[in-house]
């Protein structure tokens, strides 16, 4: 028998690909243009917006007759065994492969934010903590790893990272960003796409562009972002992410800019995506985010309209399941109202990546190789569950290690912390208990346990109080909650004073509760009004602070809090950004002294609960001045964080000097420990442009690296500084570099600049395009 040219795994993808589509019929086109999700609820809450009114019944058997785009979630619905989930999962794709006429079975995609969503599967820190670690390379080890376990079931595609850059921090989703900067998010995100695609795993851009820039903070608001912060801020991520991580899918937003939905921006799609980033992958919609350009959006009267006007965008895929690109789909493009071409081209990128992927190979096999191998396929019971642990001793190692970087120490001013081995701890607050409060809103405990009560978690979750106890075993450590997390009861104030009262040191764990739509205090459609501690806890703290016992503050949150209310009045600050499954024991360590702090901030920590919007990125005016009576400095600056050690920067080497507009130099330091044990400081690098042809930020990150030293350790660190890292949009929407003065400050914080390189650019303004650099990867020797 004859093998078709595209099922010939020697020829080009394209050449295959080239053969097959016109052997396809509109219906088949199409088919390949939507995800279905089995078991997704059309009644009550969901974990996706409006999923009550945009899920649509169909006809499973039927459908699957023209083929599938893609399966939505087979483990992220519903609690299932890792094992018998990827039975249920390849039982599926084979049906999916029989039943149509060229056996191409579907890309399977799962959320894999903060680890694989699954049960049983690791929960890891969340993106937040992710920037907290300033460490890509831990990143992208953890994406691997997450990677592997979604192979090891039958997934091919990941909804992550998000690149979306803090711009309020009132919003819900902000624990789910890696911080307000673009170029820290950048970095950092990168690194997740390349663990994740070195994996085999399609890495998932989201959520393209301007989602986090929401007016008033609320989740789907307008985004008025202007175009210069949209090319300067929103948009280098996502760039750096494809240029340098090779993501090859990316997820439009859901949100609008100056009234164009981004699922319908050719703009935004097509133009600059494809034509001048050379984007060659997939777009896919964020979830319902096609129908709601008729929904919500209204730009749309029809389902075809809708359709047509995400296929313009350059929208190729409907998730989560079929309803606009389906049927309707079908009948307007027979009436003339959608042309076939706009389906070809959708399905001819998604035919591709298909291909890339092996799904059009001949001797394609549904079955994982780690379940086929041990349970030969058949295998059901206790034995299939041991096939499959996709919460390995490996993953818990490294779950720990990103949560121990993580940690921020804010304040240590009186040096409480570490806590004394055999003191008395008077342990307060509605965190400190619950394991869930480690979790962010897309751990599968948080996002999908809570709709199925009784089943256990799945993993081991080391509360903070439990951890405190193993970790200081002859403390005399005692609990009460002393208020919930959100509700206004006052009422265990009471006891919590009195156990304070009695205890050397009081440890007041507070913070979120992660959540969707309003049923927490933090994740997504969990908008707060101001920065504010949520509930009573800000009373409580008042109330501990007054008992004159020290206070150890440690928050669990998913946002920055305002803090200020309480400055020189704690004994000590301790910062986690939902931790994770080891974050217990990461928070604990640090307490007791056994893990040395290095954490910094990846978003500003704000004096007072107002005056939001606000990130350390403003130009002059956005900062304090005599033009207004408020003052948006934050109590704590982004890059900020402190250790048990203490280190001292040496020998810099940053002569002023003229560079060229195209022109290269080089800065360095020699950052030394200087106490008497190991610890990390993380260099950073800012630019200051004192003149610029359209305002710019006092000082915006350009460069980092984080320093691992032993006591009495030094490294020297050298920073390639290039012009073209000082471009920018200007006024004629161009990126340039512009001649004049520069400033290089190295730096603990972006408030906290330690050594200054002045420059100055001469030449002619140049104009910068994809090719420019967009890093500063930092050289580090070790020296004596």
Request: proline share 7%; glycine share 10%; with cysteine.
């Amino acid at each position: 028998m004859t093998t078709a040219p595209w099922r010939d795994p020697a020829l080009p993808a394209a050449a295959r690909v080239d053969d097959l589509l016109p052997r396809m019929t509109l219906e088949e086109k199409t088919a390949q243009l939507y995800g279905v999700w089995v078991g997704a609820d059309t009644d009550g809450d969901g974990v996706a917006p409006h999923q009550h009114d945009m899920t649509s019944d169909y006809d499973w058997a039927e459908l699957i007759t023209r083929g599938l785009g893609q399966l939505t979630r087979s483990f992220g619905t519903a609690p299932v065994d890792p094992a018998l989930g990827a039975r249920a999962l390849a039982r599926a794709q084979r049906r999916i492969a029989a039943a149509g006429r060229f056996g191409i079975p579907a890309v399977a995609h799962e959320e894999c934010l903060a680890g694989f969503t699954a049960w049983r599967a690791t929960a890891y820190p969340v993106p937040l903590a992710w920037g907290a670690a300033f460490d890509p390379p831990l990143v992208e080890e953890m994406a691997r790893h997450i990677g592997r376990d979604l192979r090891a079931v039958g997934v091919h595609q990941g909804l992550a990272p998000v690149l979306d850059v803090v711009r309020d921090p009132r919003w819900g989703r902000v624990e789910e960003t890696i911080g307000e900067d673009p170029y820290l998010v950048g970095t950092v995100g990168a690194a997740y796409v390349r663990g994740l695609e070195s994996a085999g795993i399609v890495a998932t851009l989201k959520h393209f562009a301007g989602y986090a820039s929401s007016a008033g903070a609320r989740n789907l608001a307008p985004v008025r972002a202007g175009a210069r912060e949209f090319a300067d801020v929103t948009l280098p991520p996502f760039e750096m992410a494809l240029r340098e991580g090779g993501a090859r899918s990316v997820m439009a937003a859901y949100t609008e800019r100056d009234g164009v939905p981004a699922s319908a921006d050719p703009e935004l799609l097509t133009r600059l995506l494809r034509e001048e980033w050379g984007f060659t992958g997939t777009v896919v919609a964020d979830y319902f985010g096609i129908g709601f350009l008729q929904t919500l959006h209204r730009v749309a009267g029809t389902p075809a309209e809708a359709a047509r006007l995400a296929l313009e965008a350059g929208v190729d895929v409907e998730l989560p399941t079929v309803k606009y690109y389906g049927d309707e789909l079908v009948a307007a493009v027979r009436a003339g109202e959608v042309g076939e071409e706009l389906v070809d081209r959708a399905a001819r990128r998604v035919l591709l990546q298909k291909c890339e992927l092996g799904l059009l190979d001949e001797d394609w096999q549904p079955q994982p190789p780690e379940t086929t191998d041990r349970t030969n396929g058949e295998t059901a019971g206790e034995t299939v569950r041991a096939a499959i642990d996709l919460d390995p001793a490996a993953n818990r190692a490294l779950a720990r290690r990103l949560a121990e970087e993580s940690v921020v120490l804010l304040d240590n001013a009186d040096g409480l912390l570490p806590l004394a081995p055999d003191t008395r701890v008077a342990v307060v607050g509605p965190r400190a208990a619950d394991a869930l409060a480690m979790l962010g809103c897309y751990s599968f405990p948080s996002h999908v346990l809570t709709h199925h009560p009784g089943v256990e978690l799945g993993i081991e979750i080391p509360t903070l109080l439990e951890s405190l106890r193993a970790e200081l075993p002859d403390a005399k450590v005692t609990f009460t909650e002393g208020c919930g997390v959100s509700d206004p009861d006052a009422s265990g104030f009471t006891e919590a004073v009195a156990r304070t009262a009695e205890a050397d040191v009081c440890v007041a764990v507070l913070g979120d509760r992660a959540g969707l739509f309003g049923r927490g205090t933090s994740g997504e459609g969990c908008d707060v009004a101001d920065l504010s501690l949520p509930g009573v806890q800000g009373e409580l703290l008042d109330a501990l602070v007054a008992t004159g016992v020290p206070v150890v503050l440690v928050l669990l949150t998913g946002r920055p809090y305002a803090l200020g209310r309480w400055d020189g009045r704690l004994g000590a600050v301790v910062q986690a950004f939902f931790p994770g499954e080891e974050g217990g024991p990461a928070v604990a360590g640090v307490l007791s002294g056994r893990v040395n702090p290095s954490g910094r901030l990846p978003v500003s920590v704000p004096r007072v609960p107002g005056g939001q919007p606000w990130t350390y990125l403003q130009p002059p005016l956005g900062l304090a001045g005599e033009v207004s009576n408020l003052d948006p400095t934050p109590l704590y600056p982004f890059g900020h964080g402190r250790s048990y050690t203490t280190f001292a920067w040496e020998d810099f080497a940053g002569p002023d000097a003229e560079i060229a507009t195209d022109g290269a130099y080089d800065l360095s330091v020699t950052v030394r420990n200087t106490g008497d044990r190991a610890g990390a400081e993380v260099v950073q690098l800012y630019l200051h442009d004192p003149v610029a042809s359209v305002t710019r930020p006092d000082v915006r990150l350009i460069g980092y690296q984080r320093l691992e030293l032993p006591a009495g350790g030094a490294a020297r660190v050298t920073f390639p500084f290039h012009a073209d890292l000082s471009a920018f949009t200007d006024r004629a929407g161009r990126r340039v570099v512009e001649p004049g003065a520069l400033e290089l400050r190295l730096g603990a914080s972006s408030a906290d600049a330690r050594e200054v390189a002045r420059l100055r650019l001469t030449g002619p303004v140049r104009e910068v395009g994809a090719n420019r650099r967009l890093r500063c990867e930092a050289e580090v020797a070790q020296t004596p």
